[in-house]
């Protein structure tokens, strides 16, 4: 894994570069750990009061440990009549764990976010960033499976 | 019968999005040419003419927008595209972006042309990261073949915050600061990216500019409504067969979109409410169906067209529930700025929970009326003023499964 400061240097001169700097980060750990925020808040010259205040605005972005596998789940409107609570009780279940926890072994963390634009294909559910379409209830373990 | 007209998806599921050779055989760069050799002034000119309104939801005419960072001195200026689509149940700008990549460039290209800027942004929302790679590839093409001359795009991710869709909000978060949005005036055209002057387009809007300059404003202001002509891209969703994308003339019915292009409701069911525009959208009942799709037919009505999106229920589905939904998103949503949102999305979700819960009292209703009318006026920006439109519009044509919910 590149190190901390090493990705956050290489948008010190970008303009506006911090949240840029961040999503390198989470794309590199899946999350931003602590250290990342002071190290920005350094090489942007900020205080890290404001390094925090921009990172904790966006819920795309998580301050502290999650798992390998970030799967969160669209609650919006389409997405909620089409059943999300039921894909929900089904992966609490299946993972023995509830939205917002990770998994003992960190693979897993359950999330909530708000639509990811794939409506057409609701309840949808997304695997570190990436859609799955048409989530029912009974496909979760065989989607679980196949995440090793 | 509604019938689809493809402008702005012309080239969609016809050529690869990432050949550019594709994009130019099929006639794509020649209006960022052609407008090069007309000149600033008359390119803004057509662009006004044509009365190309914003597909974003404000509904502003882009020429006209344009013509103040035209006018605005200064030794930089800006274009940048929102494709922050965080509204729930809309897809077309991803649809867009995917399938026809180039056209977005070379609408910002024509615009940065005319205007006088040199740099644009693209921003796109953090939930799209394989449209943000395809954007990156195609800038690259264009840059290789040389088709943008000095224009510079970069493309910058969003990170789920849903008020970063608003245009000053955006700014903030390209500074790379939390996106609260600013005081307006001054708009962008005169101070924004860095203060300096700016322009704001969505991605359908800078996708409709190639063919106004290639085919002339009197072209494009022949489809649809007058008052705003032109195409627009619906994104349904929810119970209807056909849950995909269309793109029809503007005075096209919201009944052809549902009952004609959409198939009508799955499973021999009836329908009850469509909510157009997102979760800041009006939720209307069957009487209102034969509205043009249009944004002033939409606000005739007190609908909203919004961004398109179209989100259908059945006979079946709780309408208390799906307001109570959306209580709960704009309070998540709320950037805390300023108090009558902050505090007025958590009143309003409080509420609508109890209510759902079968626990509200009759008064409640007359109070998140009021709430709501004050929340219009006195919130900072579009988020909060237009929070409590689905629940006002659902008690307004769905009282009915209110007093249900409410004892005595
Ligand atoms: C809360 C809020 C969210 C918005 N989200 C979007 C969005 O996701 N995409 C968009 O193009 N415009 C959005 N807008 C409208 C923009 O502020 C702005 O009007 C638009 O980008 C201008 O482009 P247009 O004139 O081409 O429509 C939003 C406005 C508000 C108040
Ligand atoms: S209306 Fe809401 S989202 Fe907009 S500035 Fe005020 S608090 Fe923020
Ligand atoms: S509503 Fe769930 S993806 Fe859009």
């Known amino acids: 894994m590149a190190d901390i400061n090493t990705i956050i240097n290489q948008y010190k001169s970008v303009s506006g570069g911090l949240i840029e700097a961040y999503h390198a980060i989470q794309r590199e750990y899946n999350y931003i750990p602590e250290e990342a925020i002071t190290e920005a808040a350094r090489v942007f010259s900020i205080p890290v009061a404001e390094a925090y205040g921009v990172a904790t605005f966006y819920s795309y972005f998580k301050i502290g440990k999650r798992g390998r596998y970030v799967i969160r789940l669209c609650e919006s409107s389409p997405c909620h009549i089409a059943g999300a609570a039921e894909v929900v009780a089904a992966l609490e279940k299946e993972l023995g764990i509830k939205m917002g926890e990770t998994t003992p072994d960190g693979k897993f963390t359950l999330e909530y976010t708000e639509c990811v634009g794939q409506c057409q294909s609701t309840p949808v559910i997304t695997i570190n960033s990436q859609p799955v379409r048409d989530v029912t209830a009974d496909k979760i373990p065989g989607i679980l499976a196949q995440l090793q | ?28 760069y020649k209006a960022l040419e052609k407008a090069r050799n007309m000149g600033q002034l008359p390119v803004i000119d057509e662009v006004k003419k044509s009365n190309l309104r914003g597909r974003g939801g404000a509904g502003f005419n882009a020429g006209q927008k344009w013509t103040f960072v035209y006018q605005a ?6 274009v940048i ?159 209807v067969v056909n849950r995909t994308f269309f793109e029809v003339p503007t005075n096209t019915t919201i009944r052809d979109i549902i009952f004609g292009l959409g198939g009508g409701i799955p499973g021999g069911k009836k329908f009850k ?42 006979e079946t589905r709780d309408i208390v529930d799906v307001a109570t939904r959306t209580a709960k998103f704009f309070e998540h949503e709320s950037c805390g700025k300023c108090a009558p949102c902050r505090e007025g999305t958590m009143r309003i979700h409080e509420i609508m929970e109890k209510i759902n819960q079968g626990k509200g009292k009759a008064g409640d209703m007359n109070l998140l009326e009021r709430l709501g009318r004050v929340m219009s006026v006195s919130c900072l920006c579009g988020l909060g003023q237009a929070a409590p439109v689905p629940i006002l519009t659902t008690m307004k044509h769905f009282r009915a499964d209110y007093n249900a919910k409410v004892k005595e």
């Not at chain 2, 990432?18 to 794509?28: S, T």
């Not at chain 2, 990549?101 to 940065?112: D, Y």
């Open chain 2, 73 to 78: 001195s200064a030794d930089q200026k800006y």
């Open chain 2, 273 to 314: 409410a469509v909510q157009i525009g997102g979760n800041s959208g009006a939720i209307i009942p069957e009487s209102l169906l034969d509205t043009p799709a249009d944004f002033d037919s939409m606000a005739k009505v007190g609908a909203t067209l919004g961004s398109g999106a179209v989100f259908v229920m059945d």
């Open chain 2, 1 to 28: 019968m509604a019938e689809e007209l493809r402008i702005v998806l012309r080239n969609c599921g016809v050529i690869d999005p990432l050949k550019i050779e594709d994009y130019i055989n099929a006639g794509g």
């Open chain 2, 81 to 239: 595209c929102n494709a922050d689509e965080g509204e729930p149940g809309t897809y077309k700008d991803r649809i867009i972006m995917e399938s026809d990549p180039h056209r977005l460039l070379e609408g910002m290209a024509i615009c940065a042309y005319a205007v006088g800027a040199d740099k644009g942004y693209i921003y796109c929302r953090g939930e799209y990261p394989y449209v943000v790679d395809i954007l990156r590839q195609a800038i690259a093409q264009a840059k290789d073949k040389g088709v943008l001359g000095d224009f510079d795009i970069e493309v910058r991710m969003g990170a789920g915050a849903y008020v970063c869709g608003e245009e000053t909000a955006l700014i903030e978060s390209i500074e790379g600061k939390r996106g609260e949005p600013r005081y307006k005036p001054p708009y962008p055209g005169v101070s924004g990216l860095w203060g300096k002057p700016t322009v704001v387009n969505n991605v359908e809007t800078f996708a409709n500019v190639p063919d106004i300059i290639e085919k002339g404003a009197d072209w494009f202001k022949s489809i649809g409504a007058p008052s705003y002509p032109g195409t627009k891209i619906f994104t349904l969703s929810g119970d």
